[in-house]
């Protein structure tokens, strides 16, 4: 019912910024819940910040919280992640998913569609 594709990954030095995208098809995106998550070689997948329907509420983990800014825009479609001050231990493949139950949650295995990832990775 939606598909999700990221972008705006790449290769940055510490400190610096990016912002990722999560485009995604449908009529009824603006009825989804919207994470992006992470997983970084060896590591399991973890949650970085979730946004409700109207983008009116958000939540993020510690590692990230104020560094880190998740925003959508229902009318384009898209939820951005804005990432700043990066550091080396936010290298990782960076996942959005959508959650169709109206649920604000990091739990990963509430959400039903997920992207293909963009690789993020950090260099000091």
């Known amino acids: 019912q939606v598909q999700l594709v990221e972008s705006g990954g790449g290769l940055v030095q510490a400190g610096d910024s990016l912002r990722l995208s999560c485009a995604a098809s449908g009529r009824t995106f603006s009825s989804y819940v919207v994470g992006w998550f992470r997983q970084a070689p060896g590591k399991e997948r973890e949650f970085v910040a979730v946004?409700?329907?109207?983008?009116?509420?958000?939540y993020y983990a510690d590692s990230v919280k104020g560094r880190f800014t998740i925003s959508r825009d229902n009318a384009k479609n898209t939820v951005y992640l804005q990432m700043n001050n990066l550091k080396l231990e936010d290298t990782a493949i960076y996942y959005c998913?959508?959650?169709?139950?109206?649920?604000?949650?990091?739990?990963?295995?509430?959400?039903?569609?997920w992207g293909q990832g963009t690789q993020v990775t950090v260099s000091s």
């Open positions: 998913a959508a959650s169709g139950s109206g649920i604000v949650t990091g739990k990963a295995e509430r959400y039903n569609y």
């Open positions: 946004i409700d329907m109207s983008g009116s509420v958000t």
